[in-house]
């Protein structure tokens, strides 16, 4: 059964929370890229990318997720990700990639909403 790709907005504690779900690729990702370029534009610069209902990711998704460090540092914002504490025991498939490309380390992640809104809590080590 195909679970649909679908972007949420939520704000919590002056971050504006993107929640994706489904999957990640080549034909979505660009719905993702316009979201985080839509709050960009309406002037949030604190952005938490919750992808712990992302259940696969190719390299478009890859390329989005750097676009939007990219785009979200040239505005001297913060961008977060929430990867689960167990998808990096279980072998989470957004961080087998992230890992597998070497670029887990670019991102400030977190096991949960909670840690990623909390402005007293580090990441997750890459």
């Known amino acids: 059964m195909a ?3 679908k972007v949420t907005c939520e704000e919590q504690g002056g971050w504006a ?3 994706v779900s489904g999957e ?3 034909v979505t990702s660009p719905v993702l890229r316009q979201r985080v370029h839509d709050e960009v534009a309406e002037g949030r610069h604190s952005l938490v990318l919750d992808l712990s209902e992302v ?4 390299s478009s ?4 997720l ?5 785009l979200v540092r040239s505005c001297r914002g913060r961008l977060r990700l929430i990867l689960p504490a167990h998808g990096a025991d279980e072998g989470s ?3 087998r990639v992230l890992g597998a490309l070497g670029v887990r380390r670019l991102f400030d992640v ?3 909403l909670g840690s990623a809104t909390d402005e007293e809590t580090g990441p997750l080590s890459a």
């Not at 259940?55 to 190719?58: G, K, V």
């Not at 998704?61 to 989005?64: K, L, W």
């Not at 750097?66 to 990219?70: P, S, T």
């Open 93 to 95: 498939h957004v961080n």
């Open 55 to 58: 259940f696969f990711c190719d």
């Open 110 to 112: 977190h096991p949960d």
């Open 17 to 19: 929370v993107l929640r």
């Open 3 to 5: 679970v649909a790709f």
């Open 66 to 70: 750097i676009a939007a460090r990219r």
């Open 24 to 26: 990640l690729d080549l």
């Open 61 to 64: 998704g890859v390329g989005v």
